[in-house]
């Protein structure tokens, strides 16, 4: 086990990586104790912005919320190192996003520059820094918006893909990685709430527990979702099944998630461990840079490491960070 998580750990480092995917990456790094890779990941996102709040932009014309992921990080590296200038990274990203970001006119955040679009994976890049931030109350409007424009009753789960300017979903697919994303959104902004936002917990509290219950009804004997959930014509994978078992871990850590699911999420990461390859490779991943085909990706390498590491906490009953400036 120690072996492919290192080997895992080396496999991300190597990786070529898009905004989002450094965010997860630095992240992933800080989780697992090793402060150090998670800080040269966050300064070399802070040297990537755009003086604006933006951070690790990769490609201009499509780097928006996705930026975003590297403000966990950043608040992060602000706990470890108490410089300033960490704070002030998160700040300044929490001010765009609260105040600059495209967005329609209910208040919902689009995904990329010069788009109408709105991505339910964007929710993760968004929510859990405007917690870290401070934003509460922002962030928790987030949360509402992308809730009732994604959420589908019948499954419990969400949609993928919005456009303002048709009317419609461009892509109305049940996509497992964005199960994943939200699910992880969720349960990071109940660890990391004060205690003063009990009934904003309990509200997300309920929306994570609706939708890690509704993910296991199409859960594979192997442990791995298709890459549409309710399409068992499309791929199998693991990225979605990492992300559950993650919000999974973090949920029970922030005491909302019931202690008995973590058996259920043992049996899935272990069984997917026979997709980890003796280099370190994450394989049968929702494959980048297209994800529309199982391959390896560095955000499916990020939460094979957050997993084990929230794991490892939630059993040696590490606490948590507390929110502080």
Avoid at 290 to 297: I, L, Q, Y
């Amino acid at each position: 086990m120690e072996r492919n998580l290192k080997n895992a750990a080396r496999v991300l480092l190597a990786m070529q990586r898009m905004s989002w995917e450094q965010g997860v990456a630095a992240q992933a790094f800080f989780e697992s104790g090793e402060a150090s890779t998670g800080l040269l990941l966050v300064k070399e996102a802070i040297r990537r912005g755009d003086g604006n709040g933006l951070l690790g932009i990769t490609n201009p014309a499509m780097d928006a919320v996705d930026c975003g992921a590297n403000g966990l990080p950043a608040y992060y590296a602000y706990l470890h190192t108490k410089d300033r200038r960490y704070w002030e990274a998160l700040d300044r990203l929490a001010d765009w996003l609260e105040f600059s970001a495209p967005r329609a006119v209910s208040g919902q955040l689009y995904h990329n520059p010069g788009s109408s679009r709105a991505m339910i994976d964007g929710i993760y890049h968004i929510v859990p820094p405007l917690v870290a931030a401070g934003r509460t109350a922002f962030a928790m409007n987030q949360v509402s918006l992308f809730h009732q424009r994604h959420y589908d009753a019948r499954t419990g789960l969400y949609r993928q893909f919005w456009d303002d300017a048709a009317n419609s979903f461009c892509r109305r697919g049940l996509w497992g990685g964005g199960q994943g994303w939200m699910a992880g959104a969720l349960a990071l902004a109940c660890l990391y709430l004060p205690p003063e936002c009990r009934k904003d917990r309990e509200s997300l509290a309920e929306l994570l527990n609706r939708l890690l219950a509704a993910m296991k009804n199409y859960l594979r004997a192997d442990g791995r979702f298709h890459d549409v959930l309710d399409d068992p014509s499309t791929f199998p994978e693991v990225t979605a099944s990492l992300m559950m078992c993650y919000a999974v871990y973090i949920g029970i850590r922030a005491a909302v998630v019931p202690l008995d699911e973590k058996t259920d999420a043992d049996r899935v990461l272990a069984l997917l461990e026979r997709y980890v390859d003796e280099e370190g490779f994450v394989n049968s991943a929702c494959a980048s840079p297209g994800f529309d085909r199982p391959g390896n990706s560095a955000e499916a390498q990020a939460f094979y490491l957050l997993c084990h590491s929230a794991k490892r906490a939630l059993e040696n009953n590490k606490p948590y960070h507390e929110v502080k400036k």
